[in-house]
Structures are given as structure tokens and as C-alpha cells.
């Protein structure tokens, strides 16, 4: 079977595991506080002191809801198109979720977004879905002088009103960004100047060993409520000041982290290889499309996204997805229904008005090529030589 994806993992994160476990300190210690620092340098967001490393993705966003301070009788815009911890973490600070449609690129569409805005509207989550970048950066109005940038849709959304926050999920897209041009430079996405996640998982562009995530904060004194936030909202070893949970990251995830930040560049350059070869051996497929690619910006790839026709193919997705498999081809199939069509999301007076067009089309229909950083030539073809068979 050629997997879709696997972690890529070395001696060194074992070497640096072993380490932790010798040293006898395996949480609150100095790795933790070292990964967040190197994490900050490698992204290139601004101060280290405003990343705060956490427990998982999803512990991520539900930091940032919460230092947002938003909660019950809010409500936070969330594309309807997404995994769904980007929406369960706003039903977990007591916040209702309203559903945004996505664009044909499978990223949240701008204004739809935009025309959902009421009152009660405190945040949207803007999601850089598989490694792409969501179009925030074509929003008009951005303040700071440069004629396009990821700031656009902040700054927009802010002069509405300032209460607003843009919370970037950036759990699928480590590495990804903007390409300014000569004058503004790269700008990895996470930048916005409120807050940004970002997932480890164990598939992710580079993991803690599993689980794992980060939290970047406006400011450090916000970083500092997110740090006594992941630590039971404790001032000390006895004073629970506020509501918090147990969101540490560990020591030995902190030290694999800190060994694949050294890897997580060139594996993105190779995961970026083997997609667009097979993206580019797809072509001739006709019932197989992916979104074309943008020269100013950097995908990633954490999918190697393909929409599936299947009228033209003959046949439904999950056939096809079992034909795969038979032939020894594992891909990914996430999200066969639109988030607001779960019965978590109905039950807690999420209803949607209407179906959302776009999100229904291709809801189920996305699969992803494997794409693993470590795939071989021969992988790349054998994958496209199976997707050829299927429909000669």
C-alpha cells in the first residue's frame, strides 16, 4: 500500500526524546519555552514572546477564542468545508458558530463571509485548507500602505468593528504564504496581527510526535494569559485566577518539535515536488480537476487535492476510493457532508438557513493524492498509472 502520509521521523527525534526522559523533567520545563522561541524564528511573525506551545490544534483555537474573550452570545464565522475542530472549539467557549460557504479553491469565500457579519459577530476563522492560502489577502481596505497583503481582510474587518478578531487556522498549512513582490517579500501565513494556530499532528508538514500545537497572540501580555490558560489558569502553584484546563505540551514533544523545525523546510520542498508531478500527471485525466495554481503564492501541500467528477467518472467517490485501495493506492476523503449538516452542530442551535451551494458540491467529492515528502518516482507513477486504469 502506498500510505498517504507518515510522519518523518529520524534518530535524532529519538536521540532528543531519550534525552528528555534522562534528564528527569518531562513537563515545564526548558524545551517547551525553547520550541515556542525557535517556532517564532523559523515563521517570522514577530515577537517570540507571543507563541504560546499547547496540548493540540484544536487546544490552539480554543486558546485564542478565549483570550479573545468571546463566548455565550457571540458568534464566530467558520467556513462550512473544514475539519471540524475549527467549529467544535467555538462550541466549547459557549460561542455560536455561524457557517460560511467556500469558493470554488475549497477556501472560505470572502464575501459570504462578509455578509454574515451581525451584531453579535466577534471572530471569523479563515482556514489555509490542504496547505493552500485562503484569499485573505485579495480583501480591499488594507490600511498599512502595501497594495495587497494578508492583513487585508484584519484590517477590513476591524474598521467594521474594533471588537472583530481574525483567528487564521493555519493547522494545515505550515510554511505557506503571500508573495508580496519585490517590495513587501514572503509572508508565511499566521502573520495577522491578532491571533493564528497551528496543528503537530503526527501526518502534519512536521509533528511533536502526535499531538501538538501553537498559539501565536497579539501581544505578550495576552501570550501570558494563554500560558496560565494551558496551565489551569494558574498564577502559582495554588491560585487558580481564572477558568483554565490541562493544555501543556510536553517536554519530549517539545524536543521532537525542536528537531523537525530543522526538517520541516526541505520536507515541504519535497512534499511541493512529488504534488506537482502528480498534479501535473493528472491533467490528461478527464474526470479528475485540482484548483490551478497561483504563482504568488506558496502552497504546500498538506493535501495534494484532486475534485473528483463523478458523472464523468461513472461512479460515486467512495467506489472510487475502494478501487484505490484494492489496487494498493491509500488516499485521503475527508468531510462528505457539510459542517452544518452534523448532528453536533444542529443540536446546539447552529441551524443553517440554507444550504450553502458551493459546500454541497463538493462535499465528499475532494480526495487527496498520497504525497508523503519521502515518496519515490516510481510511487509518483505507479499512483498516476492507477488513476489512468480506472477509466480507460
Given at each position: 500500500m502506498i500510505k498517504c502520509a507518515s510522519p518523518q521521523m529520524g534518530e535524532e527525534e529519538i536521540a532528543a526524546v531519550t534525552e528528555v526522559l534522562r534528564s528527569g523533567q518531562l513537563c515545564g520545563g526548558p524545551?517547551?519555552?525553547?520550541?515556542?522561541?525557535a517556532f517564532a524564528e523559523w515563521h517570522g511573525g514577530g515577537d517570540p514572546e507571543c507563541y504560546v506551545a499547547v496540548s493540540s490544534g484544536t487546544a490552539a483555537l480554543q486558546a485564542a477564542l478565549t483570550c479573545a474573550e468571546i463566548g455565550p452570545g457571540h458568534e464566530v464565522i467558520v467556513p462550512a468545508h473544514t475539519f471540524a475542530s475549527t467549529a467544535?472549539?467555538?462550541l466549547m467557549v459557549g460561542a455560536r458558530v455561524v457557517f460560511a460557504d467556500v469558493n470554488?479553491?475549497?477556501q472560505m469565500d470572502h464575501d459570504h463571509a462578509m455578509s454574515l457579519i451581525t451584531p453579535f459577530t466577534r471572530a471569523v476563522i479563515p482556514v489555509h485548507y490542504f496547505g493552500d492560502v485562503?484569499?485573505?489577502p485579495m480583501w480591499p481596505g488594507y490600511l498599512s500602505g502595501r497594495e495587497k497583503g494578508v492583513g487585508a481582510f484584519s484590517e477590513r474587518f476591524e474598521f467594521l468593528d474594533p471588537a472583530l478578531r481574525v483567528i487564521e487556522d493555519c493547522a494545515q498549512a505550515?510554511?505557506?504564504g503571500?508573495?508580496?513582490?519585490?517590495n513587501g517579500g514572503f509572508e508565511q501565513v499566521?502573520?495577522?496581527?491578532h491571533f493564528a494556530c497551528w496543528s503537530f499532528f503526527a501526518t502534519k508538514h512536521m509533528t511533536t510526535g502526535g499531538e501538538g500545537g501553537m498559539v501565536r497572540c497579539p501581544d505578550p501580555e495576552t501570550a501570558e494569559t494563554a500560558r496560565r490558560w494551558r496551565g489551569h489558569g494558574l498564577t502559582n502553584r495554588w491560585n487558580h485566577a481564572f477558568l483554565g484546563g490541562n493544555y501543556r505540551m510536553t517536554e519530549m514533544a517539545a524536543a521532537i518539535g525542536l528537531v523537525q523545525l530543522k526538517k520541516v523546510d526541505e520536507l515541504n520542498r519535497n512534499r511541493i515536488r512529488v504534488s506537482e508531478l502528480l498534479l501535473a500527471g493528472t491533467q490528461d485525466i478527464p474526470w479528475l480537476s485540482a484548483p490551478a495554481p497561483r504563482t504568488n503564492v506558496t502552497h504546500t501541500y498538506f493535501w495534494c487535492p484532486v475534485l473528483v467528477d463523478e458523472v464523468e467518472l461513472g461512479m460515486p467517490t467512495v467506489q472510487l476510493i475502494d478501487h484505490l485501495r484494492q489496487r494498493g493506492v491509500e488516499v485521503r476523503h475527508r468531510y462528505p457532508v457539510p459542517l452544518y449538516r452534523l448532528p453536533v452542530f444542529k443540536a446546539r442551535n447552529n441551524a443553517q438557513p440554507q444550504a450553502l451551494p458551493l459546500s454541497e458540491h463538493v462535499a465528499g467529492k475532494f480526495i487527496g493524492l498520497p504525497n508523503r515528502p519521502d515518496m519515490s518516482d516510481g510511487e509518483i507513477n505507479f499512483?498516476?498509472?492507477?488513476l489512468r486504469e480506472v477509466k480507460p
Open positions: 524545551k517547551v519555552a525553547a520550541f515556542e522561541r467544535t472549539a467555538v470554488s479553491r475549497c485562503c484569499d485573505v505550515h510554511g505557506s503571500y508573495d508580496h513582490g519585490d499566521g502573520c495577522l496581527r499512483v498516476l498509472d492507477v
